[in-house]
T-cell receptor
Framework: GNSVTQMEGPVTLSEEAFLTINCTYT??????LFWYVQYPGEGLQLLLK?????DKGSNKGFEATYRKETTSFHLEKGSVQVSDSAVYFC???????????FGDGTTLTVKP | DTGVSQDPRHKITKRGQNVTFRCDPI?????LYWYRQTLGQGPEFLTY????????KSRLLSDRFSAERPKGSFSTLEIQRTEQGDSAMYLC????????????FGQGTRLTVV
């Protein structure tokens, strides 16, 4: 079946530090991959996506590259801000319709 | 605002009572999903609609849970005879009817069963 494994948190960084959150997946075929962000008490917001191998998704300074050979989709940002503090979820969609499979989330706290 | 809308945002109920949640998807989205999220976990799939047809249900969706989307627009999720283990965030999402496309989430309904 499909599964997503994320780096365990929480992650605490100082402002302007470099961020990496690891995500690896198990799936048959060629899933689409996503990163979502969730702020306290809120639903999930799509942060970025990639639909095929070697695609790079990017948004708001965040990037992730779809690596089929390592089945990974690691999230990176060169310089984090306090406002980036949130929970980040990696997810995959492996069918043309139906459920996405999510990781358990990684909590990021950025201190000034 | 044309995002996914959920109502209510918060619900506190006594064990054994029935509750119903509503989701209004983005207007041009044919697909609608329900997920459940507990503290420290990612969303878990409950069920999925394509227009008014319920096409997939998770085994998490016990007999006490029922979802409808009668006219292919808004959807309701009802939980009968609530239990403390039903306490969670219930998330609704919608997407266009086109391949492996991302879903857009509402803000969720936080259910607390006391």
């Amino acid at each position: 079946g499909n599964s997503v494994t994320q780096m365990e948190g929480p992650v605490t960084l100082s402002e302007e530090a470099f961020l990496t959150i690891n995500c690896t997946y198990t799936a048959t075929g060629y899933p689409s991959l996503f990163w979502y962000v969730q702020y306290p008490g809120e639903g999930l917001q799509l942060l970025l996506k990639a639909t095929k191998a070697d695609d790079k998704g990017s948004n708001k300074g965040f990037e992730a590259t779809y690596r089929k050979e390592t089945t990974s989709f690691h999230l990176e940002k060169g310089s984090v801000q306090v406002s980036d503090s949130a929970v980040y979820f990696c997810a995959l969609l492996n069918t043309n319709a139906g459920k996405s499979t999510f990781g358990d989330g990684t909590t990021l706290t950025v201190k000034p | 605002d044309t995002g996914v809308s959920q109502d209510p945002r918060h619900k506190i109920t006594k064990r054994g009572q029935n509750v119903t949640f509503r989701c209004d998807p983005i207007s041009e989205h044919n697909r609608l999903y329900w997920y459940r999220q507990t503290l420290g976990q990612g969303p878990e799939f409950l069920t999925y609609f394509q227009n008014e047809a319920q096409l997939e249900k998770s085994r998490l969706l016990s007999d006490r849970f029922s979802a409808e989307r009668p006219k292919g627009s808004f959807s309701t999720l009802e939980i009968q005879r609530t239990e403390q283990g039903d306490s969670a965030m219930y998330l609704c999402a919608s997407s266009v009817d086109r391949g492996r496309t991302e879903a857009f989430f509402g803000q969720g309904t936080r259910l607390t069963v006391v």
